[in-house]
Every structure is written in structure tokens, then in C-alpha cells.
């Protein structure tokens, strides 16, 4: 069974930083690249970043470029995202998902507020 199990979120200042895991089972996790993605409330599912199944170049959405960091453990089953210089627009839950496969887990709660 595919399970994704996000943690790290919370409550941070504007300017803060927060590292997001995800831990991944139930499929060969080196095998498939993953991703992050983030839903703000009153909005569509969108897409922070990509890292290939090997780990090496990402690709990020534009509006978290520079600030974020993908990271991928293959030996821990594990994917990281490194969020620093958080905005308020940054606010959503966030969520990991193997490119490939049509899985979902509950999300880790981002909250960036003063």
C-alpha cells in the first residue's frame, strides 16, 4: 500500500525557515521522482518542486525559487523540502507525491504569520 507521511510543518514568522519530510512506503521510492506540492485555502493544488528519481537538478514553481530546496534520501525513503525567507503567501498544507502515481498523504500544515 502507497502511503506518504508528511511532517515539519507549523506556525513560523515572515523571514522564518522550516524543513519539511516526507516519508514514503508500500513502492520502490528510488525508482520514481517525487514532488511537493501546496494547497492554500480557497485555492487549486499547486506545484512547489520536482527532484529526479536519482536526486541531482530539480525543478522549482517560480514563486519559491531560490528560497526553497528539494532534497531526496533514497536509503531512508525520504524527501525533503528546505523552506527559507517564508512569506505569508507561503501559507498552505503541503503535500508529497511520487510524478508517477496517483497517491496522496494528509498533508503537513504551513502557517507563516507574525
Known amino acids: 500500500q502507497v502511503q506518504f507521511v508528511e511532517s515539519g510543518g507549523g506556525l513560523v514568522q515572515p523571514g522564518g525557515s522550516l524543513r519539511l519530510s516526507c516519508a514514503a512506503s508500500?513502492?520502490?521510492?528510488?525508482?520514481?521522482?517525487m514532488r511537493w506540492y501546496r494547497q492554500a485555502p480557497g485555492k487549486e493544488r499547486e506545484f512547489v518542486a520536482h527532484?529526479?528519481?536519482?536526486?541531482?537538478?530539480?525543478n522549482y514553481a517560480d514563486s519559491v525559487k531560490g528560497r526553497f530546496t528539494i532534497s531526496r534520501d533514497n536509503a531512508k525513503n525520504t524527501v525533503y523540502l528546505q523552506m527559507n525567507s517564508l512569506k505569508p503567501d507561503d501559507t498552505a498544507v503541503y503535500y508529497c507525491?511520487?510524478?508517477?502515481?496517483?497517491?496522496w498523504g494528509q498533508g503537513t500544515q504551513v502557517t507563516v504569520s507574525s
Open positions: 527532484i529526479p528519481n536519482a536526486g541531482g537538478s530539480a
Open positions: 507525491k511520487a510524478f508517477t502515481l496517483g497517491y
Open positions: 508500500g513502492f520502490k521510492f528510488s525508482s520514481f521522482a
